[in-house]
C-alpha cells in the first residue's frame, strides 16, 4: 500500500505539468539517491548554502546563486536584499520599511497573483504604464530616492520596455533590477540572456523542468547580493561568544561582523539539506543529460495523440508552450457541445483522475502537458478522457431531446 493508499488520497494523472497544486513533476533516481545521502549526516547548512551555489553557479553559467524553498521565496528575498542591503538594522525591520527606500516598479503588464511574494517584506509596488504598453519617459519619472528595486516578468504581450531597456535606466540611477523567471528558465540560455540584458537578480523555479524537489528555486545574481540573502534565510541561533563569524571558511562575506545576524523575514522560507542536494544533482542532470527525463513523457504524449485522433468528436493538434520549452496537445471541445469546465470536472472525479491544463478553457480547448505523464498514461488517458466526454454528449444530448 503506498502512503496515498494508506491517506486516502487519490493519485491524479498530471496532464498539466509542473504545477504546485499538483505536487510537480517526478524526479529522477538520481535526484532521490542525493537526497537520501543528504539526510544521513549532518552538515552546517551555511557550508552546503555556499558550496551548492558556487556549483550551481558553474552549472548554469550565472554569477552567483543561493538554493530557496522555490521561485516565489527567491523573489522575497531578492526584494528583502534590494530593501536593506546588508544593513542589520533594516534586516531586523522588516517588513517594516519605514526610513528606508521601499518601491518596487513594475509595468501594469507585468502584474501577477505572485506580486505578494514581493510586497511579504513590506515594499509597495509601483505601477507605470498601461495594460499593453509603457513609455520610457513613465519608468524615468517613477524612479525616485524612495525606489529600491524594478521588477520584469518577461514574456508579457504588448509594446513594453524590455529588460534591457529597464537596465539601462535602472542602473543609471543606481537602482538593481529584479527578475521574476520561474516560468522562463529553463532552458539556460534563456538564464544568461536576461543577466546579458542587465538583470541584477533572477527568481527561478527549481521544480519545473530542472525536475528537481517542487519546493526548490534558485535566486541568481550578483556575487555581492546573493552573499547578503544568508542574512534574512537562514538560521543562525547562536551565541555572540560562539559565533564564528566571518573567520569561518564558509561564511559569505556580509557575515564577517562580531555578532550573528537575527532570524530575517526569509526564516520561514527555509530548505532542507535534501532539497538542496536534489536542486543540485536535478541540474547538474538536465545540463549533462538533457532531455533523458522528458522522454517517456513525450512518448506518452504521442500515444494520446495517436488514440484521441480516432475520437471524432474531438480536434486534436499539437501546439508548443514557449516558456517551459515544450510540446502540448490541444484538444478542442467545440464541436462536442459540452462545455470545457464541465468535461474538467468530470476527468478531476473520475477514476482514474486527470487534471488538463485550462489555460485555454475559455475558449473550449483543453491543453496536455506531457512532462508529468508517466509510462502508461498515455493509453489510460485516452481510454478515460474518450469514455468520459462520450457519456458527456450522450447526457446532453438527452437533456436537448426531453427540454425540446
Known amino acids: 500500500m503506498s502512503i496515498y493508499d494508506d491517506l486516502g488520497v487519490t493519485q491524479v494523472i498530471n496532464g498539466v505539468g509542473p504545477a504546485t497544486r499538483l505536487g510537480g513533476l517526478p524526479v529522477s533516481e538520481p535526484v532521490w539517491a542525493s537526497m537520501r545521502e543528504a539526510m544521513s549526516v549532518t552538515v552546517r547548512i551555511s557550508a552546503l548554502q555556499a558550496a551548492a551555489g558556487r556549483r550551481l553557479s558553474s552549472l548554469l553559467g550565472v554569477p552567483a546563486c543561493y538554493v530557496t524553498s522555490g521561485a516565489a ?30 518601491r518596487v516598479i513594475i509595468q501594469r503588464a507585468q502584474r501577477d497573483p505572485y506580486d505578494h511574494a514581493v510586497t511579504a517584506t513590506g515594499a ?17 519619472r517613477a524612479i525616485d530616492e524612495r525606489t529600491a528595486a524594478v521588477l520584469v516578468r518577461p514574456g508579457a504581450p504588448g509594446n513594453i520596455l524590455t529588460l534591457r531597456t529597464i537596465s539601462e535606466i535602472a542602473h543609471e540611477r543606481g537602482i538593481p533590477v529584479i527578475v521574476d523567471g ?59 561568544q560562539t559565533w564564528m563569524s566571518g573567520e569561518h571558511a564558509d561564511s559569505p562575506e556580509p557575515w564577517a561582523r562580531s555578532a550573528p545576524p537575527r532570524h530575517g523575514i526569509g526564516r520561514s522560507m527555509k530548505v532542507g539539506r535534501e532539497q538542496i542536494a536534489g536542486l543540485v544533482t536535478a541540474v547538474d542532470r538536465y545540463v549533462n543529460a538533457p532531455g533523458e527525463d522528458d522522454r517517456d513523457g513525450l512518448a506518452e504524449l504521442d500515444i494520446l495523440e495517436e488514440r484521441l485522433r480516432e475520437h471524432s468528436s474531438t480536434t486534436v493538434t499539437r501546439g ?15 464541436a462536442t457541445g459540452v462545455e470545457s469546465d464541465i468535461v474538467i470536472r468530470a476527468l478531476a472525479t473520475g477514476d482514474p483522475a486527470i487534471a488538463v491544463g485550462e489555460d485555454h478553457a475559455w475558449r473550449e480547448v483543453l491543453t496536455v502537458n506531457p512532462l508529468a505523464l508517466l509510462p502508461g498514461d498515455g493509453a489510460r488517458f485516452a481510454e ?10 450522450a447526457e446532453r444530448g438527452a437533456t436537448v431531446g426531453a427540454s425540446s
Open 320 to 334: 508548443f508552450e514557449e516558456s517551459l520549452d515544450v510540446p502540448v496537445l490541444h484538444l478542442d471541445l467545440s
Open 384 to 393: 478515460a478522457f474518450t469514455r468520459t466526454l462520450d457519456r458527456l454528449i
Open 182 to 240: 520561474a516560468l522562463r528558465v529553463p532552458p539556460i540560455e534563456r538564464l544568461q540572456q536576461l543577466f546579458a540584458d542587465g538583470a541584477d537578480l533572477v527568481a527561478v523555479s527549481g521544480g519545473k523542468k530542472f525536475r528537481a524537489p517542487q519546493a526548490t528555486g534558485i535566486l541568481c545574481g550578483r556575487p555581492e547580493l546573493i552573499a547578503a540573502v544568508a542574512l534574512h534565510h537562514q538560521d543562525m541561533d547562536e551565541r555572540e
Open 124 to 140: 509597495e509596488l509601483v505601477e507605470i504604464g498601461y495594460p499593453h504598453t509603457t513609455h520610457t519617459s513613465e519608468l524615468e
Open 73 to 102: 521565496a527567491a523573489l522575497t528575498l531578492g526584494t528583502a536584499v534590494a530593501l536593506t542591503g546588508t544593513d542589520s538594522e533594516k534586516v531586523d525591520a522588516l517588513p517594516n520599511t519605514t526610513g528606508m527606500p521601499n
